[in-house]
């Protein structure tokens, strides 16, 4: 305690209470935890990088709870697929909490969080911005001919394939179930729900209707 100052600073609440009004809205609207954002601004706010990880864990899950039961008054929650994602997420963040604490130790928590963060965020932003610049390009021409929803990938020729009646597939487990561990990984390690990286994974990949993801991947975050 002698290296804490005799009276800790005021800090105004104001632009905190504002981003997490913020976050709360691109959750229910887009199925995402908001982690990815407000994790990034309570570092820029001044919050180390490692506590700041773990702080915004509760306003991920309030606002992904709220979220999924509106989703489930709308019955767009495929909760087969999602207690398949919980399955590889619990796994994921079991992995991903020992690797936490472990750069912990070394003291290099903060320098991984910060370099992960601009790696990972610069990488996806990337990818959708040309997933965005195609689709507008696409559009451009209405005569041509427009492909399916998503592709079949290698992946779909996967053994262990299950049925998911909401989501109207049939699939191999193991599809979701990694999924699912990734994003439970990112969440230990970034303090991030991994929806904005699950969402799309989810439809693109796994090949579900836009119409229960967001439900089931806020369901996914809850856990």
Not at 184 to 190: Q, S, T, V
Request: glycine share 14%; with cysteine; net charge positive.
């Amino acid at each position: 305690r002698a290296h804490l100052p005799a009276q800790c600073p005021l800090i105004d609440h104001g632009p905190f209470v504002l981003a997490a009004v913020g976050v709360g809205l691109l959750t229910g609207f887009f199925g995402v935890g908001g982690g990815f954002l407000m994790t990034p601004m309570l570092i820029l706010m001044g919050i180390p990088p490692a506590v700041a990880v773990g702080t915004q864990a509760a306003q991920i899950l309030a606002s992904s709870v709220s979220g999924v039961l509106a989703n489930l008054r709308r019955k767009a929650v495929d909760m087969k697929m999602g207690w398949v994602l919980v399955a590889g997420g619990m796994v994921g963040s079991v992995i991903g909490v020992a690797l936490f604490r472990l750069l912990m130790q070394f003291g290099q928590i903060d320098l991984f969080v910060n370099l992960t963060y601009v790696l990972f965020l610069g990488t996806i932003g990337a990818l959708m911005f040309a997933e965005s610049l195609g689709a507008i390009l696409r559009n451009s021409r209405p005569a041509a001919r427009r492909g399916r929803l998503h592709q079949h990938f290698w992946m779909h020729g996967w053994p262990l394939k299950i049925r998911f009646p909401d989501s109207r597939l049939y699939i191999s487990v193991l599809m979701p179930l990694l999924i699912g561990a990734f994003g439970g990984l990112m969440a230990a390690i970034l303090g991030i729900g991994g929806g904005f990286v699950m969402v799309p994974a989810m439809i693109y990949l796994i090949g579900m209707p836009t119409a229960v993801v967001v439900g089931t991947s806020l369901f996914q975050i809850c856990f």
